[in-house]
Each structure stands twice: as C-alpha cells, then as structure tokens.
C-alpha cells in the first residue's frame, strides 16, 4: 500500500455490526514504521535484514509493503488455526467485515507466497491485536516472519530426518540472528504450541535479570506445505515482534513511544545506528508563555525563582536566563 493511507470510509460500511475497528485504529494503517530508515522500528528491520543478506547470500526475498487488510481465510484458515481458536474471537481480533480483518500476525501471508513459488522470504508489516494497555502492549506493531523451505536433496545425506534437519537449522539461524542484534548473550529454547508448526519454539533470551521471549518458530506444518504445491519438501518458520526487541536494544520504556511524532523522540535515532540509548524527555510538549511584571530596585533572579517555586513547587525542574535585553528577561522553564 506504499504508505497511502486507506480511508475507513473504502472499506467499512457505515454501522456494519460486523466491523471492530474504531478510527483511532484505522488510522494507523499506511504509517508503516518498519520502513523508515531512521525510526527505531526500520533500523532494527534493516539490521536483521544484513544478517540475512550476509549469511545466505541475499537469497531471502524481503516483502515490506504487504497490505495488512487481509482475508479470514489468509489470517486463520491457511495456517491451520482451528475454527473455535479463540483469537478468532471478536474480542482478540480486529475484523473489518465478517470475512475480512486486520492481519493479527505475519503468518498470514505464508500460504500465498509458497504459492508463488518464493522458497526463502522474509515478511515485515504492521499487526492489529485487541489487547490490555501497558508499557509493552500496544493494539498495533510490527513482526517480521521469516520462511525457509528445503528441497529433499538438501537433507538426504544429513543422516537426520527432514523435521530434525530442518528444526536445526532453523534454530542455528536465528541464535545467529540473536548473536547480531544482541552480541554474547545467554538464550534458551523453550517447547510451546502454534497450529502451524510442529515441533513449535520460543527463544528467550536474557536481559536485564529476566528471561524476555523474543520470538516463536517452528518447523512448518507438512500440510500447509502440501496444499501449497510443496508436497516434498520441509521448511521453517519463524515470527518476530519487532518494538519487544526494539525497546531492549534501544532502551526504549514504553511502546506507544514509537508512535511519538514529538522531535525529541524522533531525532534521537538515525539511520545504521543500532542500539543508540534512549534518553527519556518530559511527558508534556513545551510551550510558550509571557508573563509581565512590574520590577523595582531590589529585583533579584533569585528572587523572582523563589517565587516561581513557590507557585509551580517541584514541578520545576530547571530554569535558565537565555538572555536579557532592554529590560526584558527571556528564560526557559522546565
Ligand atoms: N505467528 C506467530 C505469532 O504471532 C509467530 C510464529 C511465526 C510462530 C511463524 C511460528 C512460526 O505469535
């Protein structure tokens, strides 16, 4: 969708009992954090897409401009999420009609890439999940999916059965991946569930005294590769959520953050710098005010800050005289 933003208005019709999203939600479509170049977001894509195009010889073909409005049938049904899963439901998921919704993950787009054929891919967007509100969930961010497919001759000889052969490597990929972004950092694998692979993992990685899970993967399920037009083949999958490994590697505390459009947020990251640390600033904008007052001989600074500690109290956190010209004093209050 190229950053062109989608008017609810195209797409949902008015009073549809069918549709979740509220405004607030849909206005997030098209702003495509993951491909700014100086946005924390696009800077961690970018530095995972190097350790790809590094070590498999650019051979993983990079999908970032997937339109996140997708069918039930792409989100749910081709990765074998089973009828009655509950994040079905209409209280984890955003649907903007009966049939159709905001992709809650990237897995969405497997199928119909296998389809076309792509045997290493990597796919980055925009994901909507209904969720709690706290510093680490947020109802829209980003993922990146990656899929490797192996033809039989790439594991005949390995002496290890294809499932094996596969979850192996898959594991020694993303280790490396870890190794990148984190430099020697303590990981474990810890067994889990996803209707689309089997066997299923998560990698945790430990960071600032806590074990922090950074991603799922698995070996791809041999029937969504058959259906597919890849009967004999294996493969792996893994999916990423990028703001989680974003907030550890840039110090970042609170994930509506990276939707900030404030300068001081903004021009704090640039372009190839992965991991630069993250400098808290006031919660509040600044803003300018005037203020008049008659003066006589015994003004002081000290005088007049007494007396703005004693309105704004702690408040206050610093004050400082820019300049004084013809009778006029110009400071800065934060
Ligand atoms: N889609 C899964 C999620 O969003 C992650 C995943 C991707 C797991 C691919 C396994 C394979 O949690």
């Excluded at 390995?158 to 596969?166: C, E, F, V």
Aim: glycine share 6%; net charge negative.
């Amino acid at each position: 969708i190229g950053g062109v933003k989608i008017a609810k208005d195209d797409v949902v019709r008015e009073s549809d009992p069918t549709n979740n999203v509220p405004d607030n939600i849909f206005s997030k479509i098209g702003l495509q954090l993951h491909r700014r170049d100086n946005h924390p977001v696009g800077i961690l894509k970018n530095a995972i897409f190097d350790y790809f195009d590094t070590n498999y010889a650019s051979k993983f073909v990079k999908f970032d401009d997937l339109c996140p409005i997708v069918s039930v049938q792409q989100n749910f049904d081709e990765v074998l999420v089973p009828a009655d899963h509950v994040s079905r439901s209409y209280n984890d998921t955003y649907y903007v009609n009966a049939d159709t919704v905001l992709r809650c993950h990237t897995s969405a787009h497997q199928a119909e890439l296998l389809r076309e054929g792509h045997s290493h891919f990597l796919v980055t967007g925009d994901v909507y999940r209904r969720d709690s509100i706290d510093s680490t969930h947020y109802p829209v961010f980003h993922q990146m999916e990656g899929v490797r497919v192996f033809s039989p001759d790439e594991w005949k000889d390995s002496g290890t059965d294809a499932t094996s052969y596969a979850a192996m490597d898959l594991k020694k990929c993303l280790e490396g991946l870890a190794r990148h972004l984190f430099g020697a950092v303590e990981m474990r694998w810890v067994d889990t569930y996803f209707p689309f692979t089997n066997p299923s993992f998560e990698l945790e990685i430990y960071f600032q005294e806590n074990w922090m899970e950074v991603l799922g993967c698995g070996v791809t399920e041999q029937d969504i590769l058959t259906r597919n037009g890849r009967k004999d083949s294996v493969a792996w999958a893994f999916g990423l959520g990028l703001e989680r490994l974003a907030m550890v590697l840039f110090d970042i505390p609170d994930i509506r953050l990276f939707w900030s459009t404030d300068q001081r947020f903004t021009s704090q990251f640039s372009e190839g710098k992965l991991g630069v640390k993250f400098k808290p600033f006031s919660k509040f904008p600044p803003c300018y005010k005037d203020i008049s007052f008659w003066i006589s001989d015994s003004f002081t600074e000290n005088n007049l800050c007494e007396v703005v500690r004693g309105v704004a109290g702690d408040l206050v956190e610093e004050w400082n005289v820019r300049e004084a010209v013809q009778g006029k004093l110009y400071v800065t209050l934060r």
